[in-house]
């Protein structure tokens, strides 16, 4: 199995089963900018997601982290996708800010990708008003 295929493999089952120890070890970390420091989280640590509109989603890390993700233009299957992968492009399995990753979403004619463009840590609530939106 190829690096590509076993990390799609992992993300897939880390987001399709409930959370374990294997998933949530290192949930996140703070990277110091210009700006000051933003949240990181790993890629391979995501269990869950709702997306909020075609060029936006969360993504649940651990128990109760949310991240808001904005996606480049239109994710077309995002809004009924039972299941996503997020892939990293960084180089490492980091995500701290928009292009470190990219979403795969199954597809009948092979995954869609979307690329991550922004990504902002959510407080817990704004996280329920965001789901909370969605589902009205």
Do not use: K, Y
């Not at 180089?91 to 991550?116: F, H, K, N």
């Amino acid at each position: 199995m190829n690096r590509q295929t076993a990390s799609w493999t992992f993300a897939a089952a880390c987001l399709t089963l409930a959370a374990t120890s294997a998933c949530t070890a290192q949930p996140e970390r703070e990277v110091a900018t210009a700006e000051g420091a933003r949240q990181c989280f790993l890629a391979s640590q995501v269990n869950g997601f709702h997306s909020l509109e075609r060029d936006h989603v969360l993504v649940t890390v651990g128990a109760n982290r949310t991240f808001e993700l904005g996606l480049t233009g239109t994710c077309f299957d995002i809004d009924w996708s039972q299941r996503i992968a997020i892939r990293s492009t960084g180089g490492t399995d980091w995500v701290c800010s928009g292009l470190d990753a990219e979403l795969l979403i199954p597809s009948p004619i092979g995954p869609q990708r979307c690329a991550v463009t922004s990504v902002r840590r959510l407080s817990d609530e704004e996280a329920r008003a965001a789901r909370e939106s969605r589902r009205h």
